[in-house]
């Protein structure tokens, strides 16, 4: 049987998981950001392809900005690191205590992906290599 816990809203913001429940909201918000940008970018190319139009040619646009690409290589390199962090808890059930070890991990592996990414997409950005 369950527990009945009469926990309200305001009691319930006020947890204190830290570092695995940020990653966990973070993970959920970087899906929903790749599937808003994936969704964008099919139908800006229905309506390039289609109708040639303004709007989806300022979506191109925005698209190809080298901040707008910063921010995408982010949400797809958190998002893929952290789902591999939890496949490999959830296949080694007995490693689930170190949750947080697996984390800091993953923050070590992504920084300096992340880093050298940055650093490439700035740099053709400066120089104007697109």
Do not use: C
């Not at 992504?110 to 990414?117: K, R, S, V, W």
């Amino acid at each position: 049987m369950g527990l009945k816990r009469r926990v309200g809203f305001f009691a319930g913001l006020k947890y204190r998981g830290g570092g695995p429940m940020w990653a966990w909201m973070l993970h959920r918000i970087t899906g929903i950001a790749m599937v808003l940008f994936v969704g964008t970018h099919v139908f800006a190319s229905f309506f390039m392809q289609q109708t040639g139009s303004d709007f989806a040619t300022n979506i191109n646009i925005v698209y190809e900005s080298w901040i707008f690409q910063i921010v995408v290589v982010f949400i797809v390199i958190f998002h893929g690191l952290n789902g591999m962090r939890i496949a490999i808890l959830d296949i080694w059930p007995k490693y689930q205590v170190f949750q947080r070890e697996a984390l800091w991990l993953q923050w070590l592996v992504f920084i300096p992906i992340y880093a050298l990414t940055v650093f490439i997409l700035v740099q053709r950005a400066i120089t104007g290599s697109y």
